[in-house]
């Protein structure tokens, strides 16, 4: 591991290494962008405890007054949950965040670069960025998907929200050579549903096998991750019909109102938050303890190399 680069490991992060326990990264833009205070930091807290009573040690990442943290002390997270003046970094700047001595929160794609360096090879989020509807005149499309093709981190979310395109999303993750992987199902989930009309282009069943390829793909010199698709379970669940007009409400509004590049998702999930009365709150939360638990099993079947 380079030795110039500022890294702050969690001690719980410095123990599971030395005792060779497996480890799951876990994003923190879905704190500071994704979620109002204090359900954030409920949410984050919650995901991580329920890594570690399965005998996985959570790594929340995020960059810290120009540290890059492996893993949050409660303090800390506290403070990323309660600020408000953390950018939203991506593969574009996170070396200008690191280098200016400043605090952002890690994207995806940020997330799985800071995995990648340090040896991290599962990661549990809740959805990923992707082609946004009307991105053949915006060209907004997530830096998430290229990230994906580059960085070898097995990524476990719940599908691409469905405020995105999601035929031009897997489309393009499919020309990027990333396998996606639906867990237990055949269609590929839309976030809050567990059903997106899509059948995805791979299945498993079984956290081992997923573990079995990422190694080949190791193996193989192939560069990049693999996403895993992982549906929000029955009851938490938000079916389509439901949820697609707080999407276009939340749409025409983002128009109305100009926003534009790493604001839209943000505000999206804020004004559908809004419209939904919390209840996208409450599955978004759900879900992401779903993923977490299976990168868990996912991490616990890699064992401790
Ligand atoms: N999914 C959520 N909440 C979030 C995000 C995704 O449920 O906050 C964040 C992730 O960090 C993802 C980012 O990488 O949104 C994508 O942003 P953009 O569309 O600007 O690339
Ligand atoms: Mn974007």
Redesign the pocket.
Known sequence: MPQMLPMIYAPEVLAARAEGRPIVAL????IT???PFPDNQIMAKRVEQDLRDMGVCPATIAVMEGNIHIGLTAQNLERLAKTKEAA?L?RADLAVCVAAGTTG???????MICAAITGIKIFA??????V?RGASESF?V???LREFALSSVTVV?AGA?AI?DLPKTFELLETYGVPVIAFGQDQIPA?WSRESGLIAPLRMDDPKAIARAHQMRAALGLAGGQLVVNPIPYIDEIPNHEIEPAILAALAQAQAQSIS??K???FL?DYIFQITKGRSLAA?IAL?RNNAVLAGQIALAFGAD
């Open positions: 994003e923190s833009t879905i962008h994704g979620m939203k991506s929160a890690t994207t995806v794609a940020a997330t989020t809740g959805g990923i960025g992707g946004h907004d997530s830096a998430d979310c929200k995105l976030f590049a790493k839209v998702t943000p999930l978004n992401m």
